[in-house]
């Protein structure tokens, strides 16, 4: 595709529901991020993925979040039993290998927790 | 801990104006500053700095990286309501997984 997409583009749970956050990223690009970006403030790195190995995840809060990309390409993002301090927009990006830091961004999905 | 600061927060000018946005950091393993730009959801980029002193410049946008006092300053010039944005400042680091730590923004109103 041209350019990143996220589904849903916004997300209501209720407190204790799981959601999955799905991130396709551009063809090609072999490496992709998940950020969280809480209102008013920059985007958090959660976790890195380089084609389907996921190098880093230092950043995901806690063991409710989980995420995959099993085939090297689309990514999902896995939050369990939700609380309302995961309300937050998530942001994927990706970027060719040797260009990490000129990473494209999906629009994002807005996740409220109720 | 790794931080990124922007100032100022927010700011409002009118049209034509010229504007210097700020970023300072405190980074173990500094490899690169990006500037990004966002309107709405998704950030994009503008940006990248490794070296001290060398401005990088996107018609009215510019931007210059001072390795040794480890700021980035981001100026534009003749500010046009499409200019209204949040401008992120990241730093990449080396050996961190390729990760990116963000400024929480500089929210930028231009108005008529």
């Known amino acids: 595709g041209a350019g990143v997409s996220q589904s849903p583009r916004y997300k209501v749970a209720k407190r204790g529901q799981d959601v999955a956050l799905r991130c396709d990223p551009i063809?090609?690009?072999?490496?992709l991020f998940w950020y969280q970006q809480a209102l008013g403030q920059g985007p958090e790195f959660l976790t890195y993925?380089?084609?389907?190995?996921?190098?880093?995840k230092s950043g995901l809060p806690s063991d409710r979040f989980f995420a995959e990309r099993p085939e090297g390409s689309v990514s999902t993002l896995k939050i369990q039993r939700t609380q309302q301090e995961d309300s937050a927009v998530y942001l994927c990006?990706?970027?060719?290998?040797?260009?990490?830091?000129?990473?494209?961004f999906g629009p994002g999905t807005r996740l409220t927790v109720t | 801990e790794d931080k990124v600061v922007q100032s100022p927060l927010s700011l409002v000018v009118h049209e034509g104006d010229t504007v210097t946005l700020n970023c300072s950091y405190e980074?173990?393993?500094?490899?690169?500053l990006l500037w990004y730009k966002q309107e709405k959801k998704a950030p994009t980029f503008l940006f990248m700095l490794?070296?001290?002193?060398i401005e990088k410049k996107s018609g009215r946008l510019s931007s210059i990286l001072d390795k040794k006092e480890l700021f980035s300053i981001l100026n534009i010039t003749a500010t046009q309501t499409g200019d209204s944005a949040i401008y992120l400042c990241?730093?990449?680091?080396?050996?961190?997984?390729?990760?990116?730590?963000f400024g929480t923004g500089t929210q930028l109103k231009v108005e008529l």
């Open positions: 990006a990706s970027s060719l290998r040797d260009r990490v830091y000129e990473q494209y």
């Open positions: 063809s090609g690009h072999v490496s």
């Open positions: 993925f380089q084609n389907e190995a996921q190098l880093d």
């Open positions: 980074v173990t393993n500094f490899r690169s």
């Open positions: 490794t070296s001290s002193g």
């Open positions: 990241a730093v990449e680091e080396t050996g961190g997984g390729n990760k990116l730590t």
